[in-house]
């Protein structure tokens, strides 16, 4: 049985908001589908396209951008590196002249309303988040592929593997939590060094170094940017965007010109237990209002739940001396390597397992990050992993109008603060003494994801989905 290798690079990846399973997996899809057709030289022949969205990518994909994401990566526009400004009129161009340039190459007739299709009742077994392409070509032939967004950015082809990338020879391969606290028992190594060994099976380590550093300062221009950024999300919910007023509240009109001044600053506010609440919660939404406006975000290890690591890896940076790129990229292997646990022995998919699969990982990931971070052990590591993910276990996903805002954004702000008191706890705490273990909370976890009702699993087809009245305006 092949064993799903996973890297840093896997968990933590720049996109686009505001989903990663909705937005940035259908993206890739589509890019992967162009790239085919060019492959097989078809490209110039092809004389339409169409676009099949299924279940959950239906149900949800215009709340969360599934139909702009899928055109974008159909024009060979990357997500990484398109500017999030010319998002809105690049769509509007290809809606307005009913044309649509594959690869950025060759352009067919393209009308969204018919070519572009939500079937709402339609899922395929595989996974909710289903996305069938279609080309059709000049010689009266068709081409099609249909790919699953499995959550966190990671797209699947059907009858492909769910291996991303080439095998490697790892030297501590890990599976389960119990796994990885065997090679650190053997080598007396830190759950942050073990990935480090094993990132070098992929690449250089001053690749490695240079990447995740690269993670970390998008992470901080998101923050940054949230914190200054007012005004109302799109969407039609009308929802106000906060951080920037709670920003401004805490720190007055003083202005800062980039990140690092701005963190100073935020130091300079004090270490009162209101003032941390405050500031978390500032640094969470800040996060997840830039995603829910189509900004550039890091995966972490989702779009939805994008807004916890980097809030406690700032309340670690501003209050607790972490400032420092050997320890910021400390708190983001450790991280990483909890994330890839819950993937391989459960979901990070809301589609697959509710909010409790992004949520619940991203804060069980900060929780180990800033353990280890503070001196805790590997076992009070895992253990603050444990209790963070615990304490979210059942959590639904319930999008109102099928937009990652309410509640997903003070979602965020929760999870952060569910994090570092998980991590206050396994500091305080003997492992030897703990009754339930990492594995085990992972196993039921994807439990209860089984046994959780369909319309919790992002389809707005229940929770606050149906029962707080909206009036969204027509697509």
């Not at 899922?123 to 080309?135: D, K, M």
């Amino acid at each position: 049985m092949q064993r799903e290798q996973l890297s840093v690079f896997d968990m933590f990846k720049i996109g686009i908001g505001p989903s990663s399973s909705h937005t940035l997996g259908p993206w890739r899809a589509a890019q992967q589908f162009v790239q085919m057709l060019e492959q097989q030289t078809v490209l110039q022949d092809i004389v339409g396209v169409k676009i099949l969205l299924y279940g959950s990518l239906a149900k949800t994909g215009r709340g969360h951008g599934t139909d702009i994401a899928v055109l974008l990566g159909l024009s060979g526009d990357d997500p990484v590196t398109f500017a999030v400004d010319e998002v809105t009129p690049k769509i509007n161009q290809i809606s307005t002249a009913n044309k649509l340039s594959l690869s950025g190459k060759h352009e067919v007739d393209f009308i969204v309303a018919d070519d572009l299709l939500f079937l709402f009742n339609e899922s395929l077994p595989f996974h909710p988040n289903a996305v069938t392409f279609q080309a059709f070509l000049s010689t009266e032939k068709a081409l099609s592929e249909t790919y699953y967004s499995i959550g966190g950015g990671f797209v699947v082809k059907e009858g492909g593997s769910n291996q991303q990338k080439a095998e490697v020879d790892l030297p501590f391969p890990i599976e389960t939590a119990a796994d990885l606290l065997h090679w650190c028992i053997k080598t007396g190594l830190k759950i942050s060094e073990v990935v480090q060994e094993n990132e070098l099976a992929w690449r250089p380590e001053p690749e490695t170094r240079a990447g995740v550093l690269n993670i970390f300062n998008t992470m901080a221009e998101c923050m940054y940017r949230g914190s200054h950024a007012s005004g109302k999300l799109p969407g039609g919910l009308n929802v106000a965007r906060r951080a920037a007023a709670l920003n401004k509240r805490l720190l007055g009109d003083r202005a800062y010109s980039n990140y690092k001044e701005w963190v100073t600053a935020i130091r300079e506010t004090g270490t009162g237990f209101q003032n941390i609440l405050d500031w978390v919660s500032c640094f969470a939404l800040a996060v997840n209002e830039e995603n829910a406006s189509f900004g550039r975000v890091v995966t972490a290890p989702t779009n939805g739940a994008a807004g916890v690591i980097p809030a406690v890896l700032q309340y670690f940076i501003a209050f607790c001396d972490g400032f420092d790129d050997k320890r910021i990229l400390q708190f983001l292997h450790t991280a990483s390597e909890i994330g890839c646990i819950f993937k391989k022995g459960a979901t990070i998919s809301a589609a697959m397992g509710g909010c409790q699969a992004e949520i619940g990982v991203s804060s069980a990931m900060a929780a180990a990050a800033l353990t280890e971070c503070l001196g805790g052990s590997q076992r009070q590591v895992m253990m603050a992993a444990e209790i963070a993910m615990e304490h979210h276990l059942g959590l639904t996903c319930d999008p109102i109008g099928g937009l990652v805002q309410i509640p997903c954004i003070e979602r965020n702000t929760m999870g952060a603060i569910k994090a570092i008191t998980a991590s206050q706890l396994a500091l305080q705490t003997n492992p030897d003494n703990a009754k339930v273990s990492l594995d085990a909370v992972v196993k039921t976890m994807w439990q209860t994801a089984q046994d959780m009702n369909s319309k919790y699993k992002e389809t707005a087809d229940g929770g606050l989905a149906i029962n707080i009245p909206i009036s969204l305006p027509e697509c």
